[in-house]
């Protein structure tokens, strides 16, 4: 069936350094694409989200970037610190959390390297 | 403002038995999703309960059932354990059934081991 998937398994950035966390997805009826981050032994976190009709969202260091046309969604996060170590996943819902869920992806382990 | 509990944290059970797993949800939620993650994978929607009535499921097969209760806290149930059921299990709450967002509100998980 359609899935969500991630580029690469691991990240591994200095401390300080801009960290991009890229994304494919498969459904093209999806209309919500939302990115969590989950510490260990814990359970997701929200980030940001973003809807089909933007191609881009800025939050708090963090930015998200949406191309339809390749089916590519990317997290960037600036200035990473010690506490952004963690596995982000993207996600992606018809109805934004709705009836049909969230489909994640495997997800990215992001590493901090001081 | 109180977030998603949920409980047991941790529990082992055989393959053969039955699960109870319970979550309450956080203040003004009145919806509950439950998700399975396997170790090193991402999240897998089960289902959904809206208004105590389940209005989405995943692909999971039925021995996978729930309950949302009137103050909204939820129940996953799973009968006749297999190994593979073997899974961190989250729950999930929202202030509704269609967010336009995407924002769910996880719980920490209950941790099942199935020998």
């Known amino acids: 069936g359609e899935s969500v998937g991630l580029h690469l398994p691991t990240l591994s950035v200095q401390e300080g350094d801009n960290s991009i966390i890229n994304c494919a997805y498969s459904n093209s009826a999806s209309d919500y694409f939302i990115w969590y981050k989950q510490e260990s032994g814990k359970g997701p976190q929200f980030i940001i989200d973003?809807?089909?009709?933007?191609d881009k969202r800025q939050g708090q260091r963090v930015t998200v970037l949406l191309n339809k046309t390749v089916k590519h969604l990317s997290l960037q996060i600036a200035a990473t610190q010690p506490g952004d170590s963690a596995v982000y996943f993207c996600?992606?819902?018809?109805?934004?959390?709705?009836?049909?869920?969230?489909?994640f992806g495997k997800g990215t382990h992001l590493i901090i390297q001081p | 403002e109180t977030g998603v509990t949920q409980s047991p944290t941790h529990l082992i059970k055989t393959r053969g038995q039955q699960v109870t797993l319970r979550c309450s949800s956080q203040?003004?939620?009145?919806?509950v999703s439950w998700y399975q993650q396997a170790l090193g994978q991402g999240p897998q929607f089960i289902f959904q309960?809206?208004?105590?009535?389940?209005?989405g499921r995943g692909n999971f097969p039925p021995r996978f059932s729930g309950l949302q209760f009137p103050n909204y806290s939820s129940e996953l149930n799973v009968n006749a354990l297999e190994l593979d059921d073997s899974a961190l299990y989250l729950c999930?709450?929202?202030?509704?059934?269609?967010?336009?967002?995407?924002?769910?509100?996880f719980g920490e998980g209950s941790r099942l081991t199935v020998l």
């Open positions: 999930a709450s929202s202030p509704g059934a269609l967010l336009n967002t995407g924002e769910l509100f």
């Open positions: 309960y809206y208004r105590e009535e389940e209005n």
């Open positions: 973003i809807r089909s009709n933007m």
């Open positions: 996600a992606e819902s018809v109805t934004g959390g709705g009836a049909d869920g969230l489909t």
């Open positions: 203040s003004g939620h009145n919806t």
